[in-house]
């Protein structure tokens, strides 16, 4: 196991602590050595620079996003006005920050304040726009109030950012938006050591409100994903990983090799997110404007092969927009898998025919051609790519393969400059309400029928109080999408752990970016 020595820096968390001797010594501690594909950057919770996985070990919320629903995390319990506008929190005492600070209401506010008043960084969501005022009742108890009732408030405040908890001390001239003077927060662990593009090292917060993690020490190593990481484990460089930023950042076929050593287990979370293709349906120029071309996509790709070689297994099929274990996505539609005959007898009813001697379908003179864009950053989408551009051939369907920088796809989602694109959902627990309301997903289904009904059932859903009303309502727009075939999906991702085999209560979060490591323990 690798040495390295504890130094802790005033400047990460904000206040001075002597380190024993025995703290230096890696042999003493419960250590976990893990692989990280990225560098810390700056962990301010209330930006988006950070790591998000180390964020969520330093940081914590009001509210926690659990399988059983939503959870008590600072604030121990909370009551929801009838109209779902007001939300008073009652805090937990007795928590103190990795600096010493106190956190109660007026931490509590000043946090929140600070993240409202950046509000124009903040776009992704309408909580920005909604809270109309953050008030503390007593030491212990704050108030939220919000312009009109919004569901997914909870859920949003349990996020990995920016709601989250740093100490009043860390903010630079009252602010965080420009940066803060350190990352003191009250999560189980605290940064005592970062050297750029190397490694970072935490220790378990001693004063933790929810008792000291027994996992003493995490060291997070910067590797390159793939092959590296998997040499590293072998060789016992390190001895954790997760696939914290999707399953394109590990080997599976490396992965996969690690199954037969026994110093290793490999655990794998429920699907956390669909890998799907957005198509364009506002696109009047293409094939794929047509409903029946959108439903002949779907059936000409064989996402078995592409779940068992391509992703070795660490993905499942999907033939539904959401997977059943996300909130409000389990209902009955109609399983669309793969037929090559299916999508000839679509084609051939939507009036593209094959011509003697033609390898691709025309209509009204015009081929049947489709440019479907991809990440080249990641290998697999490529080979995905390349195996939908085979199978659909078989269907008369022209695939052109475009491989784009990340920032190149974001920008052509935004602006609806693509017939098909591959994307995914938003995730666990961001899924369904944030994935629906964003932007690139309204846009891509902007071209079918009853487009603007649509719209307004999903403003509604996230504004009424009824339960039964908002299932009705999900259940209707999840079924018009899946019909209109305007988003075809391909695989349900999942997060996988590499961990020694003695290590025990592995368990994950309800998102892809955090893990719980201060529940584990060393048997």
């Known amino acids: 196991m690798i040495l390295i020595a504890v130094v802790l820096c005033i400047s990460l968390v904000g206040c001075n602590r002597e380190v024993s001797s025995s703290e230096t010594n890696s042999n003493e501690l419960n250590e976990l050595i893990m692989a990280s594909p990225q560098d810390n950057y700056d962990i301010n919770p209330h930006l988006y620079a950070g790591t998000m996985s180390i964020q969520g070990m330093v940081f914590e919320a009001l509210v926690e996003n659990t399988e059983d629903g939503i959870k008590p995390l600072l604030a121990e319990s909370w009551d929801v006005s009838e109209d779902g506008k ?93 940066g803060v003077n350190g990352y003191a927060g009250t999560g189980a662990y605290v940064l005592v050591e970062d050297v750029a593009d190397q490694y970072a090292v935490f220790e378990a917060y001693e004063n933790y409100w929810g008792g000291e993690p027994k996992i003493k020490k995490v060291t997070r190593k910067v590797l390159p994903i793939g092959q590296t990481t998997i040499l590293a484990l072998q060789k016992g460089d390190i001895n954790f990983l997760f696939t914290e930023l999707g399953g394109d950042a590990l080997d599976a076929e490396a992965l996969m090799a690690l199954n037969n050593d026994d110093r290793y287990q490999i655990v794998r979370s429920d699907p956390m997110y669909t890998k799907q293709l957005f198509a364009c349906t506002g696109n009047t120029d293409s094939p794929i404007s047509e409903k029946l071309v959108r439903q002949a996509v779907w059936y000409g790709i064989d996402r078995e092969t592409i779940a068992s070689v391509i992703a070795n297994n660490l993905e499942t099929p999907a033939y539904t927009m959401f997977s059943k274990n996300i909130p409000y996505a389990n209902i009955a539609l109609e399983k669309r898998g793969y037929s090559i005959e299916k999508s000839i007898e679509l084609l051939e009813q939507a009036g593209w025919k094959l011509e003697d001697g033609q390898a691709y379908r025309t209509k009204n003179g015009k081929p049947l051609e489709i440019n479907v864009y991809y990440a080249s950053s990641k290998a697999s989408q490529k080979a995905v790519c390349e195996l939908m551009q085979s199978t659909l051939a078989e269907a008369g369907i022209k695939l052109n393969l475009v491989g784009e920088e990340a920032l190149s796809i974001r920008e052509r989602r935004l602006s609806e400059n693509y ?88 368990t994950f979060r309800q998102t892809q970016y955090e893990i719980p490591l201060e529940k584990m323990y060393f048997q």
């Open 86 to 178: 007001t939300y008073t929190f009652y805090l937990r005492e007795n928590v103190t920050f990795h600096d010493g600070e106190v956190f109660n209401a007026e931490v509590a506010k000043l946090n929140i304040d600070a993240v409202l008043r950046n509000k124009e960084m903040h776009t992704w969501s309408k909580i920005f726009e909604i809270i109309t005022g953050c008030d503390v009742i007593n030491e212990y108890t704050l108030q939220v109030t919000l312009a009109e009732s919004y569901y997914p408030f909870l859920t949003e405040m349990g996020l990995t950012r920016p709601f989250r908890f740093i100490s009043p001390k860390c903010f630079i001239d009252g602010e965080t938006m420009n």
């Open 419 to 506: 017939e098909l694109l591959m994307d995914s959902t938003f995730g666990k627990p961001y899924d369904p309400q944030s994935t629906l309301m964003s932007k690139g997903y309204l846009l891509a289904a902007k071209g079918i029928p009853g487009i603007e009904e649509v719209y307004a059932k999903i403003d509604a859903i996230v504004v009424t109080t009824d339960e039964t009303e908002r299932q009705e309502l999900y259940a209707e727009v999840l079924t018009k999408f899946h019909d209109e075939a305007c988003f075809i999906p391909l695989t349900y991702s999942t997060v996988t752990i590499v961990a020694p085999a003695n290590l025990q209560n592995i």
